[in-house]
């Protein structure tokens, strides 16, 4: 079984054109994975390992407004999730498994309940049917753009975590538009689909850190108990809210598990 990597751009309409990379495989048992990142973030908050699931294809994207992508941020999880459809429509997927953490978590859930024909599985990572965002983060971004980046770093991140992990973070975050990262936490903020979970029908992977203290794991917990067809791995130990990260392996090992244990239909 071959594989190669790729880089393109794909046009998306009032969006501007989206980034992503595509780890193809000339077969694969599964459905292909596709990689949403969060709220300021790009494709680079998911970890080689991740992005390097073995016999998978693996699409890993950066959002409109972030990373490499071209166009404007969205204050609305469900226009996200509509770009991110735009973008498999684009490269000729008609269905995925669809892994997004803390925003990226809710785009998924959006689609899920609003596009469930593009979802066959969900993979939600360090996020909730309802995210608790504070409530002046949004203007204190536009107000006092590093001091908040610094919080939110603080915050995000495990106590032990490597101090180039963070100032990676860190970096990331103030690349991104301070009005694009304000839009994402008003997204956030807005986003509520916790009387809509029942309806989800995709098989789903929850996964939580038990020392996460932006999303906590409660949110997670509420996610599986809620969602039919769920299972819940916690990570423990020393990692926050960006655990992909922090524990790259054990998030790769559990994905790559979760997908070896499902009989997939083929498209």
Excluded at 167 to 182: E, I
């Amino acid at each position: 079984m071959s594989w190669r990597e790729q880089t393109r751009k794909v046009s998306v309409p009032t969006h501007g054109s989206i980034y992503y990379t595509d780890r193809r495989l000339d077969s694969s048992p599964y459905p292909p994975l596709v990689l949403v990142h969060g709220a300021g973030g790009s494709h680079l908050d998911w970890p080689a390992q991740l992005r390097r699931v073995p016999n998978t294809r693996v699409i890993a994207l950066d959002l409109p407004g972030h990373g490499r992508s071209a166009g404007p941020g969205r204050a609305n999880t469900l226009e996200y999730a509509q770009a991110v459809c735009t973008l498999l429509h684009g490269i000729e997927i008609r269905r995925a498994v669809i892994a997004g953490h803390s925003m990226g978590g809710a785009i998924a859930l959006q689609m899920a309940i609003h596009m469930p024909e593009r979802v066959a599985g969900l993979i939600l990572v360090g996020t909730g049917s309802k995210l608790p965002i504070e409530p002046t983060l949004p203007q204190r971004i536009m107000d006092e753009p590093e001091k908040t980046v610094d919080w939110l770093v603080d915050w995000s991140w495990g106590p032990n975590a490597p101090e180039e992990l963070k100032a990676y973070g860190r970096q990331n975050l103030l690349a991104t538009s301070p009005v694009v990262l304000r839009d994402d936490y008003l997204a956030c903020q807005a986003f509520d689909v916790r009387d809509q979970l029942d309806q989800i029908s995709a098989p789903t992977l929850v996964l939580g850190a038990a020392d996460d203290r932006m999303v906590k794991l409660k949110f997670s917990t509420f996610l599986a108990e809620r969602i039919p067809n769920a299972a819940l791995v916690v990570i423990e130990g020393n990692a926050g809210h960006m655990f992909p990260l922090e524990q790259p392996h054990i998030v790769a090992d559990a994905v790559s598990q979760w997908l070896s244990e499902r009989a997939w239909q083929k498209d």
